[in-house]
């Protein structure tokens, strides 16, 4: 594989310690604003609220209302977690004859399934799943939260009449996504120049280029004012309805009015001296257990990973994944069961943790804008396996099986993090090895980000970073199909993760090192 980049170049990000509160996003200007809340007396749980609808303005093509996801939340004060599921369902209107395979071959997205005729479960309205992220953090909000609903959407709104501004980053996803967009009209309006050239503020300008969001900022007061369910059971879930609808959708307000997000019991379990809390059901959450209950036997702690334990992560990946794809999906019989995502983690001075992932799936989800709402929709249908027979095949009213892992652990030393990540299949991977970092190599959050990673994700190739010693990938070579790469910005091959950990009553955090939107801020000590 040719390679065009630096050989020389080195990227790092500062890790603070602080007695204070932490948010790690991938979005700065989001992070900053849970630490804000955090700063104003709010609960980790607070921050939370205020970051989901805040990166989901900055960062729209990865995250936002109409999407959905999953959180793990640790309370302090009772010494335990809960698991937040808020993942996405299909209308129960849904027909699957609308979806007939093309005979084609592979799909060419996330997944490799069947290609569906004109990519009706990928892009377009035919593609939408019923949300339950804005249900997940308003019902969070109502078990834990300490400050008004009204007061912590005031920050995304005010993103939203400030505008979208577009800098090379964003430039550059847009770009990658144009031909795409301009299918819908509403999303070439809101994204394109002229509904057909990516938007761009100019290679060598400081000039200050916006995206019009305030369709999605008065969107986001009348749920500021009517509270979370006017999301599904008012005028918002009357008007994204309708706007689906008439896109050829099968999203209802019956689907909208009937969601509701669970708050469960997480799947918790002990690997060596460490506990870990994730998520059950139909998440990377049993992934995630059945990746360490492979590296308990293959693995042996010690104080840096080396071939060893890079071979123990990529057979462990495999075989976990194995048994993911082959028999999990929603059967419609338990009903306690539960892309382009974000995830940020969030840690206050009491001790309280939440992990978050939320996600519209695909990059800019469907591609489709609900005008009335100016809310780019999810394509959570494409989750789905398009061919019926199958554990996870595309059903009426099913819920999705998703890749989400956000998780929280406990280590010997004390040492407590919640860990999560972006990536789709990559996801599970990232958030595996760092976690193991943390249980079986003693590393703090920044050594574990810093450190270099692989990724498996379900196929029979094995990524490496380029960066990993000689010996390293010569292991992962005599074992498995292996390539290497450099760690990058564009394109993701390998998962975003951000985190945070709390020891000894100090706080830190990080993200992805590559990541250029991404930090970890504490709350501002001037407040105090």
Same mark, same amino acid.
């Given at each position: 594989?040719?390679?065009?980049?630096?050989?020389?170049?080195?990227?790092? !990000?500062?890790?603070?310690?602080?007695?204070?509160?932490?948010?790690?996003?991938?979005?700065?200007?989001?992070? =900053?604003?849970?630490?804000?809340?955090?700063?104003?007396?709010?609960?980790?749980?607070?921050?939370?609220?205020?970051?989901?609808?805040?990166?989901?303005?900055?960062?729209?093509?990865?995250?936002?209302?109409?999407?959905?996801?999953?959180?793990?939340?640790?309370?302090?004060?009772?010494?335990?977690?809960?698991?937040?599921?808020?993942?996405?369902?299909?209308?129960?209107?849904?027909?699957?004859?609308?979806?007939?395979?093309?005979?084609?071959?592979?799909?060419?997205?996330?997944?490799?399934?069947?290609?569906?005729?004109?990519?009706?479960?990928? &892009?377009?309205?035919?593609?939408?799943?019923?949300?339950?992220?804005?249900?997940?953090?308003?019902?969070?909000?109502?078990?834990?939260? !300490?400050?008004?609903?009204?007061?912590?959407?005031?920050?995304?709104?005010?993103?939203?009449?400030?505008?979208?501004?577009?800098?090379?980053?964003?430039?550059?996803?847009?770009?990658?996504?144009?031909?795409?967009?301009?299918?819908?009209?509403?999303?070439?309006?809101?994204?394109?120049?002229?509904?057909?050239?990516?938007?761009?503020?100019?290679?060598?300008?400081?000039?200050?280029?916006?995206?019009?969001?305030?369709?999605?900022?008065?969107?986001?007061? &009348?749920?500021?004012?009517?509270?979370?369910?006017?999301?599904?059971?008012?005028?918002?879930?009357?008007?994204?309805?309708?706007?689906?609808?008439?896109?050829?959708?099968?999203?209802?307000?019956?689907?909208?009015?009937?969601?509701?997000?669970?708050?469960?019991?997480?799947?918790?379990?002990?690997?060596?001296?460490?506990?870990?809390?994730?998520?059950?059901?139909?998440?990377?959450?049993?992934?995630?257990?059945?990746?360490?209950?492979?590296?308990?036997?293959?693995?042996?702690?010690?104080? &840096?990973?080396?071939?060893?334990?890079?071979?123990?992560?990529?057979?462990?990946?495999?075989?976990?994944?194995? !048994?993911?794809?082959?028999?999990?999906?929603?059967?419609?019989?338990?009903?306690?069961?539960?892309?382009?995502?974000?995830?940020?983690?969030?840690?206050?001075?009491?001790?309280?943790?939440?992990?978050?992932?939320?996600?519209?799936?695909?990059?800019?989800?469907?591609?489709?804008?609900?005008?009335?709402?100016?809310?780019?929709?999810?394509?959570?249908?494409?989750?789905?396996?398009?061919?019926?027979?199958?554990?996870?095949?595309?059903?009426?009213?099913?819920?999705?099986?998703?890749?989400?892992?956000?998780?929280?652990?406990?280590?010997?030393?004390?040492? =407590?993090?919640?860990?999560?990540?972006?990536?789709?299949?990559?996801?599970?991977?990232?958030?595996?090895?760092?976690?193991?970092?943390?249980?079986?190599?003693?590393?703090?959050?920044?050594?574990?980000?810093? &450190?270099?990673?692989?990724?498996?994700?379900?196929?029979?190739?094995?990524?490496?970073?380029?960066?990993?010693?000689?010996?390293?990938?010569?292991?992962?070579?005599?074992?498995?199909?292996?390539?290497?790469?450099?760690?990058?910005?564009?394109?993701?091959?390998?998962?975003?993760?951000?985190?945070?950990?709390?020891?000894?009553?100090?706080?830190?955090?990080?993200?992805?090192?590559?990541?250029?939107?991404?930090?970890?801020?504490?709350?501002?000590?001037?407040?105090?």
């Amino acid at each position: 594989m040719i390679s065009n980049l630096s050989s020389t170049q080195v990227t790092r !990000k500062t890790v603070i310690e602080t007695e204070y509160g932490v948010v790690a996003a991938q979005h700065s200007r989001a992070a =900053r604003i849970g630490a804000d809340v955090l700063a104003a007396g709010g609960d980790a749980v607070d921050a939370a609220v205020a970051v989901s609808f805040a990166i989901g303005v900055v960062e729209p093509w990865m995250s936002g209302p109409a999407g959905g996801g999953a959180a793990m939340l640790w309370r302090a004060d009772e010494g335990r977690a809960y698991a937040l599921n808020y993942g996405m369902r299909a209308p129960k209107g849904l027909n699957v004859a609308d979806y007939p395979l093309s005979g084609e071959g592979k799909a060419g997205d996330l997944f490799p399934w069947e290609k569906v005729v004109e990519d009706r479960n990928v &892009q377009g309205a035919t593609a939408i799943a019923v949300p339950g992220t804005v249900d997940g953090v308003g019902k969070a909000h109502a078990r834990f939260g !300490k400050l008004p609903w009204k007061d912590l959407l005031q920050p995304a709104i005010a993103l939203g009449r400030e505008g979208l501004a577009v800098d090379w980053y964003a430039a550059l996803i847009i770009a990658s996504t144009t031909r795409a967009l301009a299918q819908d009209a509403d999303a070439a309006a809101l994204f394109l120049e002229d509904g057909q050239w990516p938007t761009i503020a100019g290679w060598t300008s400081l000039a200050d280029k916006r995206i019009d969001m305030s369709k999605m900022a008065d969107t986001l007061s &009348q749920l500021a004012e009517a509270g979370a369910r006017d999301f599904y059971e008012g005028d918002i879930a009357a008007a994204m309805a309708a706007d689906v609808q008439a896109k050829g959708g099968s999203l209802s307000v019956e689907d909208l009015a009937s969601y509701h997000a669970e708050l469960q019991d997480p799947l918790s379990f002990a690997y060596r001296n460490t506990r870990f809390d994730v998520m059950p059901g139909l998440t990377a959450g049993p992934t995630f257990r059945d990746a360490f209950a492979h590296l308990e036997e293959a693995l042996t702690p010690g104080d &840096q990973p080396g071939a060893e334990a890079y071979t123990a992560y990529a057979a462990a990946l495999k075989a976990a994944y194995a !048994k993911r794809l082959s028999g999990m999906g929603d059967d419609g019989e338990t009903p306690d069961a539960p892309g382009c995502t974000t995830h940020f983690s969030v840690v206050d001075r009491h001790g309280n943790m939440v992990s978050h992932t939320q996600t519209l799936l695909s990059i800019f989800g469907s591609r489709v804008v609900s005008p009335q709402t100016g809310l780019l929709m999810n394509n959570g249908i494409m989750w789905f396996d398009p061919e019926q027979g199958k554990p996870n095949s595309l059903a009426p009213g099913k819920r999705c099986l998703m890749n989400v892992c956000p998780v929280l652990g406990e280590t010997e030393s004390g040492s =407590r993090f919640a860990f999560g990540a972006s990536g789709g299949r990559k996801i599970v991977s990232a958030v595996a090895q760092l976690s193991s970092f943390m249980a079986d190599f003693g590393m703090d959050v920044g050594e574990a980000f810093h &450190q270099p990673r692989i990724d498996v994700s379900g196929g029979e190739t094995v990524v490496a970073d380029d960066s990993l010693p000689a010996d390293v990938i010569a292991a992962l070579e005599a074992e498995h199909n292996t390539v290497t790469t450099r760690r990058a910005v564009f394109p993701y091959a390998f998962a975003c993760p951000a985190g945070v950990q709390r020891k000894e009553g100090r706080n830190s955090g990080c993200t992805e090192i590559m990541s250029p939107w991404g930090d970890a801020i504490t709350e501002p000590v001037e407040q105090k």
